[in-house]
Nanobody
Framework: EVQLQAFGGGVVQAGGSLRLSCAASGFTSDEYVIGWFRQGPGRIRVPVSCIKASDGSQISKFGQGRFTISLDNTKKTAYLQMDNLKPEDTARYYC??????????????????WGLGTLVTVSS
């Protein structure tokens, strides 16, 4: 069973940076995809950025040039480096994962395996 734990959120001023981490376990192979989604107040949960372990293919839906996803496959840990944060980035950030899917299929709103999420608050 895949388990996920996200951490690294906090309160930061606009223009600041945060690095989120998602520790995963339970994959049966390296054919897994893992990604970050976010849900702001009163909004639906949407994908931010996703990456596939086997080939490094990735998709970014938000924050091009500000958000960078990376993966340490030896640790099964995904990271989301967020720079130049804006108040509209305030949300609970969740990591999700699945196996044997292309990153293009995974990086969409859906019923994925979720961690508990970590709250990011950006003050103006």
């Amino acid at each position: 069973e895949v388990q996920l734990q996200a951490f690294g959120g906090g309160v930061v001023q606009a223009g600041g940076s945060l690095r989120l981490s998602c520790a995963a376990s339970g994959f049966t192979s390296d054919e897994y995809v893992i990604g970050w989604f976010r849900q702001g107040p009163g909004r639906i949960r949407v994908p931010v950025s996703c990456i596939k372990a086997s080939d490094g293919s990735q998709i970014s839906k938000f924050g091009q040039g500000r958000f960078t996803i990376s993966l340490d496959n030896t640790k099964k840990t995904a990271y989301l480096q967020m720079d130049n944060l804006k108040p509209e980035d305030t949300a609970r950030y969740y990591c999700a994962a699945d196996e044997d899917l292309p990153v293009t299929i995974f990086c969409r709103p859906g019923s994925w395996r979720w961690g508990l999420g970590t709250l990011v608050t950006v003050s103006s």
